[in-house]
């Protein structure tokens, strides 16, 4: 018995510490001068509009277009569960956040996590080849609901309830990651004949993604914010990192998940709050500093919540 924890908490750290690795890089070569806030958001900018798009339509092309019919009951759980999350973010914002400008900032705290860098950079070390189809219509999927809910919490709570509803759309079909994964089932449907060279290519692109964007993500983190814990960024770090993913893997055990499926489910949903997210909070003019601070305590939680859940699911036979 012993030996299977062990066996189970070495397969789990195995995991999330490539993941840590890198972020640590990416916060010693901030530190010491290599690379600068500007260099992270240049190649944040490169992984969000060319390599992530390219390891997606690759994820997706390289993938038989039925097995999207196997990964139905995926989509509705992500679909489900995010939406549930969502409204008790929301009613619990109402309730006990009181100054109404961060309540939206809270909500996305809670149900926003960064499936499409971190989560898919746990499943495929967790799982490899085997997490490929149902780590990317996850990840396609949270691309969709966590944007147009987005903009509609923010809305709500920065323009006194009034929602953007061309915007929104707008947004969603601009997306340069929704528009790769469509591309790629295309393409596998119309089972299209890319020449090999555009696919190493693609490959090459795609081969920088995880990698590239970790780096930045530790640049990107403020150590500081760390010791400037507000009761807002506390409770919606708690909401991210513990209520989230049991929430979640709950659900998944209702849907009738199990082994990849599940753990899927779990290291989504146990990832920090998405960085975009900050950038959506910024730009419509809310509380930027709350939303540091809750990527900043949520992105080392999680890590260690992570490890110690997967271990956890591990010995329950659960994943």
């Known amino acids: ?3 299977d924890f062990w066996s189970s908490a070495l397969f789990s750290i195995s995991v999330t510490l490539p993941t840590l690795l890198l972020l640590i890089l990416g916060i010693g070569l901030r530190k010491r001068k290599v690379i600068d806030d500007k260099f992270s958001q240049q190649a944040t900018s490169v992984v969000f509009k060319i390599t992530l798009p390219a390891l997606l339509f690759l994820n997706v092309f390289k993938n038989p277009i039925a097995e999207l019919n196997e990964q139905l009951v995926m989509i509705w759980a992500c679909v489900l569960g995010t939406l549930l999350l969502f409204l008790c973010a929301e009613i619990f914002a109402a309730k006990f956040v009181q100054e109404k400008r961060e309540r939206g900032t809270f909500v996305q705290g809670v149900y926003r996590g960064n499936c499409s860098i971190l989560g ?12 490929l189809v149902p780590a990317t219509i996850y990840a396609a999927t949270t691309a969709i ?3 147009v809910l987005g903009v509609i919490t923010l809305s709500r709570s920065l323009s006194d309830g ?3 509803i061309p915007r929104m759309i707008l947004n969603v079909v601009k997306n340069p990651l929704i528009i790769s994964i469509v ?53 919606a770090s708690i909401g991210r990192v513990i209520v989230a993913p049991i929430f979640m893997v709950l659900l998944g055990k209702l849907f009738g998940f199990s082994g990849v499926n599940l753990g899927v489910i779990f290291l989504m949903n146990a990832t920090p709050m998405a960085a975009a997210a900050y950038a959506m909070v910024r730009g419509m003019g809310g ?3 709350t939303a540091a601070n809750i990527i900043g305590i949520t992105t080392f939680a999680s890590m260690f919540i992570s490890a110690l859940g ?10």
């Open 1 to 3: 018995m012993q030996n």
């Open 120 to 131: 898919l950079a746990f499943c495929l070390n967790a799982y490899g080849d085997a997490a």
């Open 145 to 147: 609901i966590y944007n």
């Open 162 to 164: 009034k929602v953007n």
């Open 183 to 235: 591309l790629g089932f295309l393409a596998s449907y119309l089972k299209l004949a890319i020449p090999k060279f555009m696919l190493t290519t693609i490959q090459y692109l795609a081969t920088m993604t995880l990698p590239l964007a970790l780096i930045c993500a530790g640049v990107s983190i403020e150590l500081k914010a760390l010791y400037k814990i507000s009761g807002i960024s506390l409770w």
């Open 287 to 289: 509380n930027a500093n």
């Open 310 to 319: 997967l271990t956890i699911l591990h010995q329950m036979g659960w994943v």
